[in-house]
């Protein structure tokens, strides 16, 4: 097992990213690296509300309650700012939330 993921962009410009294990998105992700917008970076603004495809922790209770106002009916929909990656997944902005 790979001790690194990868973290990608479908539909941008932008290049994957390789991150250790358990890393934390919001401490490497910026305006240069990607397309996630970060306000807050505590999870209560959800301006980095994405789609996250890949095997990942599921929300813990603060981040799963913000999801219910901004995205209840959005399965991937997480935001950016909570998510420690733990396998390679693919991060998708504006996808209709």
Known sequence: MSNFCKISFPGTDYPPL???LYQNLSEHLTIQNS??????RTGICGTCLVEVVG????????EQEMLET???NHPHARLACQVDVT???????????
């Open 70 to 72: 901004l995205a209840a």
């Open 18 to 20: 390789t991150l250790q």
């Open 87 to 97: 396998d390679n997944v693919e991060i998708r902005r504006n996808i209709g939330f």
């Open 55 to 62: 095997d990942i922790p599921p929300p813990k209770p603060d």
């Open 35 to 40: 397309p996630v917008l970060f306000g807050c």
